[in-house]
């Protein structure tokens, strides 16, 4: 499956401003973004903490952006119903952190959520098969995860490819988003390889400006 509409533009919340969240989220919003990527940390998964759920409920009520949680947390089957309590759209949790991939993918669905699954860039695509046919989206992770700003690992690229050869092959329905050094830099690659959501954070936030940034990526094409 292809998809003809534009490419999904998602800053990361957690190149925000923490001290000024609500003022950070409204800016992703009025410079064009469509979703609001929120990465949750645990300092286990990942070596650092962000915030939980009481964040988001929090910002729920003040922005109508689509709220794609990314759950970088040991046994997210804990966790997932205080996210969806939470307001969150959809739930993206790692393949490396839970056993029970498809059981957790049923309960986001149960939950009218779309359902995600994510990779760290030393998991081979391929290990993802027995879920692709049932996600919404897999995340690519371009960087190893844990910290935001870091450069995009190169052979990323090759793995965005495998992963629209297997959606063209099978029919799948998954979107392709990729998190980790997306900038004004690598956009081009990223899209060119196929990205159907680009999560950007610190190039959106520390952008002189932020709403041409964000015409300039959600203009990019992707292979065909």
Do not use: C
């Not at 759920?53 to 709220?67: A, C, E, Y």
């Not at 498809?102 to 695509?125: C, D, M, N």
């Not at 954070?201 to 952008?207: E, H, I, K, L, V």
């Amino acid at each position: 499956m292809e998809f003809a509409d534009p490419i999904i533009a998602a800053p990361s919340l957690l190149a925000a401003d923490f001290a000024r969240l609500a003022e950070e989220v409204a800016k992703v919003r009025s410079s064009g973004g469509d979703w609001l990527h929120l990465d949750v940390m645990d300092g286990h998964f990942v070596p650092n903490l962000t915030f939980g759920p009481l964040v988001i409920s929090q910002l729920r009520p003040h922005s109508d952006l689509v709220f794609d949680v990314h759950l970088m947390v040991e046994r997210p089957g804990d966790l997932l119903d205080e996210y969806l309590a939470a307001g969150a759209d959809t739930i993206t949790f790692h393949w490396e952190a839970e056993v029970h991939h498809h059981r957790l993918i049923q309960r986001i669905k149960a939950a009218k959520k779309l359902a995600g699954i994510a990779l760290v860039p030393s998991t081979p695509v391929d290990a993802l098969t027995a879920v692709l046919p049932y996600v919404d989206q897999v995340l690519v992770m371009s960087v190893n995860p844990g910290f935001g700003g870091q450069s995009y690992i190169p052979a990323s690229t090759d793995r965005i490819r495998r992963l629209v050869e297997l959606r063209k092959k099978h029919g799948w329905g998954y979107r392709i988003s990729v998190d980790g050094g997306v900038n004004s830099g690598t956009m081009v690659e990223v899209a060119g390889a196929g990205a159907d959501i680009l999560v950007t954070g610190s190039a959106f936030f520390g952008a002189p400006d932020p709403a041409e940034y964000l015409r300039r990526l959600k203009s990019l094409r992707r292979s065909p």
